[in-house]
Nanobody, 124 residues
Framework: QVQLIESGGGSVQAGGSLRLSCAAS????????MGWFRQAPGDKREFVSA????????HYADSVKGRFTISRNNAENTVYLQMNSLKPEDTAVYYC?????????????????WGQGTQVTVSS
């Protein structure tokens, strides 16, 4: 069983930055593809970013490309999401998740374990 705990959310003004962290315990973190998703009120959960187990391959939703950066530290079992130039439309609960099959990284149904989420609120 893998447990994920997100942190780093908060409230910022448009144009600001936040860095989300997701600490994992249990399982074999260094073998998992890790992803970030977000869900705004009334919306479906949407893919934000994913990173390969060795950190070399990174994927981003078009809406965040060039503004967000995903990274990981396998020695510390942690994945990060650096969010810059934040916009009000980035407001959502952000979740990290484990994808053990390394497939369909954009689909939340491909992820096996989820954190509890952290709220990000961006005001204009």
């Amino acid at each position: 069983q893998v447990q994920l705990i997100e942190s780093g959310g908060g409230s910022v003004q448009a144009g600001g930055s936040l860095r989300l962290s997701c600490a994992a315990s249990g399982g074999t973190f260094s073998s998992y593809m890790m992803g970030w998703f977000r869900q705004a009120p009334g919306d479906k959960r949407e893919f934000v970013s994913a990173i390969s187990p060795n950190g070399i391959r990174r994927h981003y939703a078009d809406s965040v490309k060039g503004r967000f950066t995903i990274s990981r530290n396998n020695a510390e079992n942690t994945v990060y999401l650096q969010m810059n130039s934040l916009k009000p439309e980035d407001t959502a609960v952000y979740y990290c998740a484990v994808n053990r099959q390394w497939q369909n990284i954009g689909s939340d149904s491909s992820y096996d374990y989820w954190g509890q989420g952290t709220q990000v609120t961006v005001s204009s």
